[in-house]
């Protein structure tokens, strides 16, 4: 399978931001979903993920409240709502395909996940 993420751009502080992420390919119904993330000269870290029995989502602590993560198989795409986007969220944001992942629960690290986009920035000012 393939993923294509976009939405990015060049926010201010305390804006929003709608990430998608569209995929051909693969069966994505049951593929857990999730978004992450790299900023400069950090490491690429789990912002978002949603199970695929029945799109129960997880966020990481330092989105939660701010983000809703949700997805429509029929379509094939995830969508991630950003609101009230800090400049540390200036990052590329990545999504990705868990293959293997269970119907009801879904992986933080990375690496469990198979298929990746090829990021879309956000840059938020302050």
């Known amino acids: 399978g393939q993923l294509q993420a976009s939405g990015g751009g060049l926010v201010q502080a305390g804006g929003s931001l709608r990430l998608s992420c569209a995929a051909s390919g693969g069966t994505f119904s049951r593929y857990g979903m999730g978004w992450f993330r790299r900023a400069p000269g950090k490491e690429r870290e789990f912002v978002a993920a949603i199970t695929w029995g029945a799109g129960t989502p997880l966020y990481a602590s330092s989105v939660k409240g701010r983000c809703t993560i949700s997805r429509e198989n029929a379509k094939k795409m995830v969508i991630l709502q950003m609101n009230s986007l800090k400049p540390e969220d200036t990052a590329i944001y990545y999504c990705?395909?868990?293959?293997?992942?269970?119907?009801?629960?879904?992986?933080?690290?990375?690496?469990?996940?198979?298929?990746w986009g090829e990021g879309t920035q956000i840059t938020v000012s302050s």
């Open positions: 990705a395909a868990d293959t293997d992942s269970g119907r009801f629960a879904v992986r933080v690290d990375p690496l469990e996940y198979d298929y």
